[in-house]
């Protein structure tokens, strides 16, 4: 096969979806956002949290309990 013939790789994209738009998509699933849960977004974004921290600070916030 020559270079020529080879399929074209298809790459991943990626979609940053910030707080206005994901509220949205919820929306239309019947999901909305507390008080409680746009403050600690709110926070989270004050202070530049990473997305790690984010991730960490929302499961021990609002995680489910074994």
């Given at each position: 096969?020559?270079?020529t013939d080879k399929p074209a790789r298809v790459r991943s994209k990626r979609l940053t979806l910030g707080l206005g738009g994901f509220e949205k998509i919820s929306a239309v699933e019947g999901i909305r956002l507390t008080r409680d849960m746009k403050g600690t977004f709110r926070s989270?974004?004050?202070r530049k949290a990473s997305a790690?921290?984010?991730r960490s600070a929302i499961v021990k916030k609002y995680g489910r309990s074994s």
């Open positions: 096969m020559s270079k989270l974004d004050k790690a921290e984010r």
